[in-house]
């Protein structure tokens, strides 16, 4: 079955250290994209990517780093500059760039104390 | 500025009792508005696309309608497996998703 996957459904981290979330996916989509997902708060777009090896930051980019060097992958690394770490992590892929609708994983929870 | 608003934020409901979500939006060039279903703890599974007004979609139980300024998700006869968030989106630009907060839905058996 083709999806998208991330791990692991829970994090847990002390605060001042980096922590990556893994995404990956099989659906052969072109873009892939993460959001942070805040209790009363929509989803709001952290980086996003269209092709390999080129991303772009979307609305709340600081503190966060990515990489795209594989088609089905696409990593998120929560540095410890981000202030408020603690949330429910998204990752989605479109078709196309831009494209009609999006496709979610699973959601990795990450806490950091 | 671009928006998106759902209401109610939360609605109850006896198993077969109709009614609507409400998802409202102001954008400038709409590209398309995209209902989710979310279940606690797990990521948004993809439900509808609509892209122009009086555009109807339906699956199963669930049928989205569009107009100029809103977007309805009606459920009709309700079961207590419909029970879980609907999120509405908008597409506003080639990668700018805006997203409402959701209405949670209960629906009691």
């Known amino acids: 079955d083709g999806g998208i996957t991330q791990s692991p459904k829970y994090l847990f981290r002390k605060e001042g250290q980096n922590v990556t979330l893994s995404c990956e996916q099989n659906?052969?989509?072109?873009?892939m994209y993460w959001y942070r997902q805040d209790p009363g708060q929509g989803l709001r777009l952290i980086y996003y990517?269209?092709?390999?090896?080129?991303?772009q930051k979307g609305d709340i980019a600081e503190g966060y780093s990515v990489s795209r060097e594989k088609k089905e992958s696409f990593p998120l690394t929560v540095t410890s500059a981000q202030k408020n770490p603690t949330a429910f992590y998204l990752c989605?892929?479109?078709?196309?760039?831009?494209?009609?609708?999006?496709?979610f994983g699973p959601g990795t929870r990450l806490t950091v104390t | 500025e671009d928006q998106v608003t759902q209401s109610p934020e939360a609605l109850r409901l006896q198993e077969g009792e109709s009614s609507s979500l409400n998802c409202s939006y102001t954008?400038?060039?709409?590209?398309?508005l995209f209902w989710y279903r979310q279940d606690p703890g797990k990521g948004p599974e993809f439900l509808f696309t609509?892209?122009?007004a009086g555009e109807e979609k339906e699956k199963e139980r669930l049928k989205a309608t569009l107009t100029k300024k809103e977007s309805f998700l009606h459920i009709t006869a309700p079961k207590p497996e419909d029970s879980a968030t609907y999120l509405c989106a908008v597409q506003a630009g080639t990668y700018k998703y805006i997203f409402g907060t959701g209405t949670r839905l209960k629906v009691l058996a």
């Open positions: 954008v400038s060039g709409l590209r398309g």
């Open positions: 989605a892929s479109s078709i196309l760039p831009g494209s009609d609708e999006q496709y």
């Open positions: 659906l052969n989509h072109d873009a």
């Open positions: 990517s269209q092709i390999v090896n080129d991303f």
């Open positions: 609509l892209y122009s």
